[in-house]
């Protein structure tokens, strides 16, 4: 298709435009796909990443939930001695300044989230076994300032009944 312009000629690109708009959507959609499966936000049992969001997330958990709340400047957890198994930590900064978590124990080998700004909160899976587990603000300084606490797991005999 032809149009002229002041005495010059040039193609119409509206329509190899449109073209390539409905060429691009589905593949701009399946890169996005792909990225974001093997973008590390996924988790494993034993291992987990996480990724921040502005509000308590909506994505779906693996196991039963223990919630973290970080203020300033302390940890306060919703369960102190769980039984072994696989849990999902969400990370709620509830403070005025920025915090992740870190923890640490028997087969988990400092799992952590992202620095979180005030009102951001992050999921981290990790699978719990018999033995003691530290749970901490890696940011300068907030671990010694009080972001410390420790959670313990017993063994299934010493749990007790359900």
Wanted: proline residues 9%; hydrophobic residues 35%; glycine residues 8%.
């Amino acid at each position: 298709m032809q149009s002229s312009v002041r005495g010059t000629s040039r193609k119409s690109v509206v329509g190899s435009h449109q073209r390539t708009r409905r060429v691009m959507g589905p593949v701009a959609l399946a890169v996005a796909l792909a990225a974001a499966c093997s973008s590390g936000t996924a988790t494993s049992p034993s291992h987990g990443a996480a990724s921040p969001t502005n509000a308590a997330p909506n994505s779906p958990s693996t196991g039963p939930q223990i919630t973290v709340r970080m203020t300033d400047f302390h940890l306060a957890l919703s369960r102190q001695s769980p039984t072994p198994g696989t849990y999902t930590f969400l990370a709620l900064n509830a403070g005025q300044t920025e915090h992740a978590l870190v923890i640490a124990g028997p087969d988990v080998a400092g799992q952590r989230t992202p620095i979180l700004q005030p009102d951001q909160s992050a999921r981290l899976t990790a699978t719990l076994q018999p033995g003691s587990y530290e749970l901490y603000c890696p940011v300068d300084g907030h671990k010694a300032d009080g972001m410390d606490t420790y959670l313990t797991v017993p063994s299934i005999d010493q749990a007790g009944p359900h």
